[in-house]
Nanobody, 115 residues
């Protein structure tokens, strides 16, 4: 069974920074598009950032310039560095790995931005 293991998250004041990390099997490193999604209470899950096997990235407009997604092919991890956090960024963040016909999720990690 494929597992994506997330770490990081927690509570931070507005304007602060956090880093999320996701570890997956080596297969994911080289062949899967990896991404981070989030789901706030009462809202649908939405994509935050994605990175392809070639390293191409895309971001939701709401996080551009504040969030950075990177992948480490040696350790097979995908990080999401978040800065200038806002209360609207509060949500459960999920790691995702997908390729044609296959889609996997992590268990989710809570990010809370409040004063």
């Amino acid at each position: 069974q494929v597992q994506l293991v997330e770490s990081g998250g927690g509570w931070v004041q507005p304007g602060g920074s956090l880093r999320l990390s996701c570890a997956g099997p080596r297969l994911f490193c080289n062949f899967y598009t990896m991404g981070w999604y989030r789901q706030a209470p009462g809202k649908q899950r939405e994509v935050v950032a994605q990175i392809t096997p070639l390293g191409d990235t895309n971001y939701d407009d709401s996080v551009k310039g504040r969030f950075t997604i990177t992948r480490d092919l040696t350790n097979c991890t995908v990080d999401l560095r978040m800065s200038s956090l806002k209360p609207d960024d509060t949500a459960v963040y999920y790691c995702n790995g997908r390729t044609t016909g296959l889609n996997y999720w992590g268990q989710g990690t809570q990010v809370t931005v409040s004063s």
